[in-house]
């Protein structure tokens, strides 16, 4: 389809294991977010990234985190060694770059999430 | 830093009530302002936006104007519908940095 897609939908996983989510954006954006939205809390920020510049990583909770993003397209999200506090929706959304770093549309495309349980 | 500062929910109301929640940010620069809405079993998705002081945003009923004196933008709907029935986020972008507030979740009774 034309939409972001993320996989696994669902991920059950058992604390200490790591784990990968995937993100695919729409083609032609430039730009890509990594966002985890919790039970009861808003969206909270991990990640950027914007064609082949440095990622903003300053939103990633621990040191356990991590993403990359391969040739500007597929990013994935990685987090080693996982607590039960990493339970959560992970939300990813890509975009146009805008010109001169100006919100121009500003509009962010979400996927569905993947729902990851730690137990 | 950029923040954005929601209403906490959930909010609850009945068909054809108004609807307002509030949301004020922080933001150096001259960011744009959007609200996206979660429905059930749903992506977010974009409900309106605007990109400058005193622009207003509209979409579907919903509006909300970019008050830059009272760093606001709060999201009113005349007449809501069952339909409204979803988690609502306000966000602001400042350079490509896309911050949201914490949602709040509307709940439309008939």
């Known amino acids: 389809g034309a939409g972001v897609s993320q996989s696994p939908s669902n991920k059950v996983t058992e604390k200490g294991k790591d784990v990968e989510l995937r993100c695919d954006p729409i083609s032609g954006h430039t730009a890509l977010y990594w966002y985890r939205q919790s039970l009861g809390q808003g969206l909270e920020f991990l990640i950027y990234f914007q064609g082949n510049s440095a990622p903003d990583k300053s939103g990633l909770p621990s040191d356990r985190f991590s993403a990359e993003r391969t040739g500007g397209s597929v990013s994935t999200l990685t987090i080693q060694r996982t607590q039960q506090e990493d339970s959560a929706v992970y939300l990813c959304?890509?975009?146009?770059?805008?010109?001169?770093?100006?919100?121009?549309?500003?509009?962010?495309?979400f996927g569905e999430g993947s729902r990851l349980t730690v137990l | 830093g950029n923040s954005v500062t929601q209403m906490e929910g959930p909010v609850t109301l009945s068909e054809e009530a108004f609807l307002t929640i509030n949301c004020t940010y922080t933001?150096?620069?001259?960011?744009?302002l959007f609200w996206y809405v979660q429905y059930p079993g749903e992506g977010l998705q974009l409900l309106l936006k605007a990109t400058k002081a005193d622009d207003k945003g509209s979409n579907k009923g919903f509006e909300a104007t970019y008050r830059k004196e009272t760093t606001s933008f709060h999201l009113e709907k005349g007449s809501v519908q069952v339909s409204d029935s979803a988690v609502y986020f306000c966000a602001l972008s400042n350079n490509n940095d896309m911050r949201f507030g914490a949602g709040t979740r509307l709940t439309v009774k008939p």
């Open positions: 933001a150096t620069g001259y960011p744009s």
């Open positions: 959304a890509s975009s146009w770059r805008t010109s001169g770093g100006l919100a121009n549309t500003g509009e962010l495309f």
